[in-house]
């Protein structure tokens, strides 16, 4: 069955496939009249690349995505990177041979690029849509393949818009701020208190969590599979010493399918028998509760689908320890620019915080009630961009259709 708009995403970490269906809830919810379809790519070396680059090479990484402003840097990594492009058209043909959609929406610059060529290559009037899920300004998100630019685009960062259309001479009507919805499970336990969350959480299938207690100060650590294992240090420095107020606080630690910061954590918690839970992989209901449970939120990382579920579930506030190279430094200004999390690369200054806050639970208190006022705030927003965005792309469809 055809649809009017297919998106895709690639296996490049979470945020990809979280904005894909972010997406998909918008136009759903504000253009329910449209045909969705989805598409999330098998191809497993884009994500094996960056887990080998960001954790191995990160200046060197940082380094090279400066460069990716000049024309011919980004020409020379497209050619690099053919053989990883050749898969994904291999994947994305049939949806631009058959026209099984009049718009494709494409979240991974990778994929974007891969369309164009396949565009070219069979001549189609379909419109490829580049959507960059990342406060990211880098001109490597919108590829250029013999002339051909994406039809529009869809970008978190307005100044990246504007500085497309001072590029490429994109018009104002072919360029969108994004907004983000969460996926409704996120949204479904805003009516759950903290305590009656963590009372749900602990009917779950999960390691040791029948003995999270429904109380006490909880900090949940979360950011991404590969990246939480860089909490390791702070968290056994906290572990092992008692400025944090253990007899009255616990830890949930995300651990995702990182096996080895799962057993990391989970030695930890055995070893010191502080009120520290490993979490393994968790489904979108499991990982809302968690979110829900927070007293306070603390990230190995940055992104846009994290920040609006954590948003959504008022699980700040949110400190986040330290960032991965490339996109998410702009990340990391804009969420500091909006008063939406605070920055503490420092260890000392992370786990002194941390400690302040589980002996002063009328200042934790305070905190979450000014991060919850602002959380508010970013939702409302987000949610109006989201519409827009499903207006746009509805828009589109309709002038395709009739041209």
């Not at 898969?87 to 690029?113: D, G, N, R």
């Not at 369309?115 to 960059?132: E, H, M, N, S």
């Not at 880098?138 to 307005?158: E, F, K, M, N, T």
């Not at 995702?256 to 070893?271: I, Q, T, Y």
Request: hydrophobic share 45%; glycine share 4%; proline share 5%.
């Amino acid at each position: 069955m055809k649809k009017d708009v297919i998106i895709v995403s690639t296996l490049a970490g979470g945020g990809h496939k979280s904005a894909m269906y972010s997406l998909g809830e918008s136009l759903q919810r504000f253009t329910p009249e449209l045909r969705v379809g989805y598409f999330e790519s098998r191809v497993e070396a884009i994500a094996r690349a960056h887990c080998i680059v960001y954790s191995k090479c990160q200046r060197l990484y940082d380094s090279f995505y400066n460069l990716m402003e000049y024309d011919a840097v980004r020409g020379t990594y497209f050619c690099s990177t053919r053989h990883m492009i050749d898969k994904l058209k291999a994947e994305l043909t049939l949806f631009i041979a058959e026209q099984m959609a009049p718009v494709v929406v494409s979240t991974h610059f990778m994929q974007t690029y891969a369309l164009l060529q396949l565009k070219v290559q069979y001549g189609t009037d379909v419109k490829i849509v580049a959507y960059v899920p990342d406060f990211d300004e880098s001109l490597v998100h919108v590829p250029v393949y013999r002339g051909l630019l994406p039809d529009a685009v869809i970008a978190q960062s307005p100044s990246y818009l504007v500085k497309l259309q001072r590029k490429y001479a994109y018009l104002p009507q072919q360029t969108v701020q994004a907004g983000y919805m969460p996926r409704p499970s996120f949204s479904a336990v805003r009516q759950l208190s903290a305590q009656a969350a963590r009372a749900a959480l602990r009917e779950q299938q999960l390691p040791s969590i029948s003995h999270l207690s429904l109380h006490r100060f909880t900090v949940v650590a979360t950011g991404g599979t590969y990246w939480v294992e860089h909490l390791y240090p702070a968290f056994k420095q906290l572990a092992e010493q008692n400025a944090f107020d253990w007899e009255h606080s616990q830890i949930l630690i995300v651990c995702g399918n990182n096996r080895r910061a799962f057993e990391k954590f989970s030695h930890l918690a055995a070893r010191t028998s502080r009120n520290i839970f490993a979490l393994p992989f968790l489904n979108p209901e499991q990982m809302a509760l968690v979110f829900r449970s927070a007293d306070t939120t603390v990230l190995s990382g940055i992104a846009p689908a994290t920040l609006y579920e954590l948003l959504e579930t008022d699980a700040g506030p949110i400190f986040i320890h330290r960032i991965n190279p490339g996109p998410e430094k702009f990340n990391l200004r804009v969420v500091q620019a909006a008063a939406l999390a605070d920055y503490r690369p420092k260890r000392a200054e992370l786990l002194s915080t941390l400690e302040f806050l589980s002996r002063h639970p009328k200042a934790a208190q305070a905190a979450k009630a000014d991060f919850c006022q602002r959380a508010q705030r970013e939702r409302v927003a987000a949610q109006a961009r989201a519409k827009a965005v499903a207006e746009f792309l509805e828009k589109m469809l309709v002038a395709r259709c009739a041209s």
